[in-house]
């Protein structure tokens, strides 16, 4: 009985607190003297923030309204993750002025099954604590996300190119379990004048997950083979963006790209949220 009437109260408060709001909104909506109607938005903005104060994204922090999102912390951290120069092949810190025919001293004599790699950061931090909980339900964190992706993708070279986003696929009973894909959700915040998303690369075959992997050997044996393109579907002549949320030795994206360029694409190239294992 106690928690009904709990509930009841809380109820009502609510109720007030929201046609309280609804009011000042229609005198402000409603005043037209400037400097009038400045002091009124600002005991709006204070009300709202008192009913319902902003809290950072990442660690749940309180924030200012002004602070888009995130604490100071956060995008402090933020900043430090997606500062610097890397390696346009392997998405590796590299200095600019270090590499060799567009690829750091690492990348020499290796071969990669897809052309370039634009990246927003590398995997630690407040970026790292982003994308595992992007990966665990956090869906609303798409749109800070995806202003990272877009400022990586808008300034790689093979930004003009591109004519397909084809989003990195999980297994159709990941995907069940999870709800979501995320590097399709993350694909979906791109801005491209062009480019469309392309959902007909499918994982075939259910993969240990990469992380449990002892070593690159293994993450390669572990994803060969597990990708097909739907079909009927032609990527001949095409140029194509993978987007997947990170890379730590690149077997995933190798895989897919060598996939869609057994069907015919003509370039491939990949966009990732973080880069780990840079000391690898």
Not at 117 to 146: H, P, V
Not at 248 to 275: P, Q
Request: aromatic share 8%; glycine share 8%; hydrophobic share 40%.
């Amino acid at each position: 009985m106690a928690g009904s009437s709990r509930l009841i109260i809380a109820r009502l408060i609510w109720n007030k607190t929201v046609r309280l709001s609804a009011v000042l909104w229609r005198i402000i909506s409603g005043v037209s003297n400037p400097k009038t109607k400045q002091v009124w938005q600002l005991l709006g903005q204070s009300l709202n923030h008192l009913l319902w104060p902003a809290v950072c994204m990442n660690c749940r922090e309180s924030i200012c309204e002004t602070d888009k999102d995130l604490c100071k912390d956060c995008w402090d951290e933020l900043l430090f993750c997606t500062a610097g120069d890397y390696c346009p092949r392997c998405g590796r810190d590299a200095s600019r002025y270090g590499l060799l025919n567009g690829a750091c001293p690492d990348c020499q004599g290796r071969e990669f099954n897809f052309d370039q790699i634009a990246r927003a950061g590398i995997y630690d931090q407040s970026l790292q604590r982003m994308i595992l909980a992007f990966k665990n339900g956090r869906t609303e964190l798409d749109s800070t996300l995806g202003f990272l992706a877009n400022s990586a993708l808008q300034g790689a070279d093979f930004y003009g190119d591109i004519e397909f986003f084809v989003p990195v696929p999980l297994h159709w009973s990941r995907r069940l379990v999870r709800g979501y894909n995320q590097s399709l959700v993350l694909a979906k915040q791109l801005k491209h004048p062009t480019a469309k998303i392309s959902t007909d690369l499918v994982r075939i075959r259910r993969t240990k997950l990469q992380p449990a992997m002892a070593s690159p050997a293994a993450r390669a044996r572990n994803v060969a083979g597990a990708f097909a393109v739907r079909r009927g579907h032609n990527f001949s002549g095409r140029k194509i963006c993978l987007i997947d949320d990170i890379k730590t030795t690149g077997a995933t994206l190798n895989e897919c790209a060598k996939t869609l360029r057994a069907a015919g694409a003509l370039k491939v190239f990949a966009l990732v949220l973080a880069v780990a294992g840079q000391k690898q």
